[in-house]
């Protein structure tokens, strides 16, 4: 398993295409959850090109299904609070860890600043849903960190048949239109940032952070 704080990941050349980023509450075909909405509504965006990507997903689906779009764009700033918040939780839960261990630990569940995916626009966390919008049982809610469900959000954690197989559609669908699954979190999904291209083997990024 390839965590984000690992060595490999930052040394990813990092390049920019200038694609756009897209709101995707003005995309029709894609239902886009409040739950993470933020007052810039940075949360509901994302790159061209992913999106269009996220389509041929959702026409992928059996009929009934759609995905649930949770978070897109996060802004540097708002990935630096999430991680060293995280980290903080971790430390006070084990506190004979080192800042290295602590480092390593966080980055299963929230990427290091330096090489923050969500920050290139290119990567989303998402579930699946009915037509009318009804979650699907995925073995843990999305955003359940490794601390709260004992691993259980890892993507390829046991969990009961019927929500096994609801993350094996999501991925299946997810992998054939080109995005790489972050292991430790089974709703998050890349497309063009650092991680997606070691993963695949491209020589550099597609995306670099976003200013927005």
Known sequence: MILLSDRRVAAVPLRDNGEPLVDLREVSELRVDPRLADPDGAYAHLREN???????????????LRLLIVEGYRPLGLQKTYF??????????????????????????VSPPEVAPHSTGGTVDLTLCTAEGTELDMGTLVNDSPLASADACFTGAPVPAAARANRDLLGAVLSAAGFVNY?????????????WALTTRAPATRYGPVDR
Request: proline share 7%.
């Open 84 to 109: 060293d918040g995280y980290r903080d939780e971790l430390r006070r839960s084990h506190p004979d860890w080192d800042p290295a261990r602590l480092h390593v630990e966080a980055s299963k569940y």
């Open 50 to 64: 992913a999106v269009d990507r996220l389509l041929a997903a959702q026409r992928a689906l059996p009929a009934g």
């Open 183 to 195: 292991p430790t979190e089974w709703w998050h999904w890349s497309f063009g940032d650092r991680y």
